[in-house]
């Protein structure tokens, strides 16, 4: 049974992992940016929703609260950071050092608001009940998972039958004629910020409400993304989502076997070697680095 | 207020060789890595070690430490050989992620989250170098070797290939040049420094444990040569020279309370890297000498 119910705190984990690592991957597809600063966008998230909540507002505008933040500072990120670097210079790891030094920033500003611990509120949805003989599963997981198959039906269809979706997929394979065919570019690229932080709203709320969040998990959470879209296979946002359940479910699982201290190298003991040996990513292109 | 100084000096050697070893990488050859205080551990534990269980002559210390680093870079240097770009940076990052947790778990080799502790004053063939002058003419002196072997290193050939390496990886292998060997050489040279610096931080601090070797070093580490520079031989102890001022700065501005300058300083130099990447992406040397 132990088995079992490790099993089904993987897939709580991983489902979070997985919305979380969708938006990167959106993010990275569609404009290239390696938006290591995801992690803020996540614990900005978090706090928001708590902040708005302990304010006194219902769950509903608090969680509204928390998607317009994430969104702005997406945003934020790729009209006064990114565009300005992109245009002079554009080499990857310029952003990438950019980004992770925003995503720094983001989190000391809210470690020094907040403090550096964790915080949490309780809500009756996280009450564990028994379904089987020796399986407990809290409410919150059937919320979760509603919510994932939602999101990620919301976005497929998005990207495939609408016109600024077609429009997403082309700015990842072809920036250039996208221009020559009279789109935006930048305007496809904002939209992808949008719908990648808006990504990770579900994912910090659902964790500020079971296990708390913390300023750290910004770091936590900037590596599991990561993680995800390389073991997924850059560029496919579907990848990224099932790369991150996996991951999810590796780290809870691996506790049966070892202590819990190793379970977080477990995942990326995953990451290297899909590097070394599999470098394509599950569902990657082949020959895509 | 001397002590002060001695033991800032003495931090800033040791960081200086560790940073100039991480410019080696980031900014000669292009190899991004975010491993960096993986090695600077490696070399604090095995030099920590050697004190209490061997000698507690440097030099002895530190070489084996410099070995140790050098020959467990080859971790690093499989992906560098195998991957580019994101993919290194994701491979680093997983193989930084590995080491804390073994450094934190370990207990027989690094002493767990409780570290290695009691490791005996440095002496040098049976000198006392100890004291805390002495021990920062020694940093000092270790400086100097490491500034001088990297620019001898880099206006050779190897640091011309490192380059052209580095600008375009078929133009170099076009040439030539053996990309493959050239990427390992490096890598191991970067790391066998950082040992030496690690080594050097173990007797200067006589206590080791994993909070010194996270990925929060790896970045701070990272911060300092591109804050400072990256491809310039003086930039990144420029870096090292702003980044660890900076809390002492920090301390004289009366309204910062003393226990939030931690975080003050994280949103500095998170923010300093940002706006350095949008207006100087060369760093604060790079940009008295315009184009690396």
Known sequence: MLLTQLAVAGIQTGMLYALTAAGFALIFGATRVFHVAHGATFILAGYAFLEAV???????LASGVALLLAVAFGLFMDALVYRPIQKHEGSFFTVFVASFGAGIAMQALIQFFFGGGFATISVPLTRAAEVLPGLYIAPVFWVALAVVVVVFAAVSLFLERTHAGLGLRALSENPELLRAY????????????????ALAVPGAILTTVTTGIQPADSAHVMLVSLAATVVGGIGSIRGAALAGLFLGLVENLVVSVVDTQWSQAASFVVLFAFILFRPNGLMGRAGAR | MIAYLVNLATLIAIFGIAATSLNLLIGYAGIFSIAHAMFFG?????????????SPDFLVAALAAAVVAGALSLCLALPALRVRGEYFVAASLGLQMMASTIFAEAHSLTGG?????????????GFDVASPDAFLVLALACLAVTLAVVRTLMRGSFGRSLMALRDSESAAEAFGKDVRALKTLVVVVGCFFVGIAGALFAFHM????????????????????????????????VGVIALLSLP????FLPFIPATEIGTVQQFIYGALMTALMIFRPSGIVGLSRGAR
């Open chain 2, 248 to 251: 002492a700065a920090l301390s």
């Open chain 2, 113 to 125: 989250v409780g570290g290695l502790v009691g490791i005996p004053p440095a002496r040098i063939l």
């Open chain 1, 54 to 60: 302990q304010l006194g507002l219902h769950w509903s």
């Open chain 2, 42 to 54: 490696i070399g604090a534990y095995v030099a920590a070690q050697v004190a209490l269980t061997v």
């Open chain 2, 206 to 237: 006589a206590f080791v444990n994993v909070e010194s070797f996270t990925l929060e070093q790896s970045v701070v580490l990272m911060a300092m040569v591109i804050i400072g520079g990256a491809g310039t031989l003086t930039g990144p102890l």
């Open chain 1, 182 to 197: 009279g789109l935006s570019a930048r305007r496809l690229s904002a939209l992808a910020f949008v719908l990648g932080s």
